[in-house]
């Protein structure tokens, strides 16, 4: 006699993480959660890799499991992927990298065409440019998570 398979687990991705601390910040907004309590199912969150592991978080809140983390691909259905990358995830996480590698060389290039062209005075102020571009692309909490989560373990 052979033993029934056990039930498949869903796995979660970034996008149903993502909805589910939405819906933890609602949550602790209206009330339901201090922000000891927030902080602690937020930590559970990041390290969630399966639907099954979000109904302990949300099993004393009102609707539980928020609705959106099986409509954004829980529930079998595909998550648009665009470049190899969900379409939900934020232009950062997309294309941030590439960009922020572009955007030294460019930037030099740009320091010698107007340094030349134009004086030298003011062409150094390119140089400021990478570090704002990464402020704007990287300053987000939410795609810095995006990131650590992609980076393999040890």
Excluded: N
Aim: net charge positive; aromatic share 10%; charged share 20%.
């Amino acid at each position: 006699m052979t033993e029934p398979a056990p039930p498949a687990r869903t796995r979660i991705g970034t996008a149903e993480r993502d909805a589910a601390l939405d819906a933890l910040g609602e949550h602790m907004r209206a009330g339901r959660l201090d922000p000891d309590e927030y902080t602690e199912r937020a930590t559970r969150l990041s390290v969630a890799r399966y639907l099954e592991d979000l109904t302990p978080l949300f099993q004393d809140l009102p609707a539980g499991v928020p609705a959106a983390v099986s409509r954004s691909g829980a529930s079998g259905t595909p998550v648009p992927v665009v470049g190899g990358q969900h379409a939900a995830e934020p232009f950062a996480a997309r294309h941030g990298g590439r960009v922020m590698a572009a955007i030294g060389p460019v930037c030099l290039l740009l320091f010698f065409v107007f340094g030349f062209a134009g004086g030298w005075s003011w062409s150094w102020l390119f140089f400021l440019v990478p570090p704002i571009v990464g402020g704007v692309l990287y300053g987000d909490v939410r795609a810095s998570r995006q990131r650590d989560r992609k980076r393999p373990a040890g």
